[in-house]
């Protein structure tokens, strides 16, 4: 069975492509289009390193960097604070009465 592929476009209304022009895609600026995409030299914002890239607004020169820059600008996170007393140990769906847990604390901070 014979192949419907064709290089040449399919639509009936579209003019056939010359064999002598150059390939680029359909459109008469398909070979324009792509110019800008030049390497450029940066120097990466957390090591200080140079590395090149086709981005223009690129700043670090791996993801590994960019994550670590990231982290770093996040605020840090303190841990909560442990049960103090054997009374408050008790899990935590369990809640001492008040005047408990002040006697406990008072306890635990005297001894």
């Known amino acids: 069975m014979p192949s419907n592929y064709t290089d ?3 639509s009936p209304t579209s003019p056939p492509i010359p064999e002598d ?3 680029g895609g359909l459109r ?10 030049v390497l ?5 914002e957390w090591c200080g390193e140079p590395f090149k890239a086709y ?3 690129s700043r670090f020169c791996s993801a590994g960097h960019r994550v ?3 982290r770093s600008q996040q605020p840090v996170k303190i841990p909560k604070p442990k049960r ?4 408050m140990r008790k899990g935590k769906m369990f809640r001492p009465p008040r005047h408990m ?3 406990a604390l008072d306890d635990f901070i005297n001894s």
């Not at 070979?31 to 800008?36: C, L, R, Y």
């Not at 450029?40 to 990466?44: A, E, P, S």
Request: hydrophobic share 35%; charged share 25%.
């Open 28 to 37: 008469e600026n398909s070979a324009e289009i792509h110019k800008h995409r």
């Open 68 to 70: 670590k820059a990231f």
């Open 55 to 57: 981005h223009p607004l």
């Open 84 to 87: 103090l007393t054997p009374l």
């Open 21 to 23: 022009a150059p390939w």
């Open 101 to 103: 847990v002040i006697k």
């Open 8 to 10: 040449q476009p399919t």
């Open 40 to 44: 450029r030299d940066f120097k990466c």
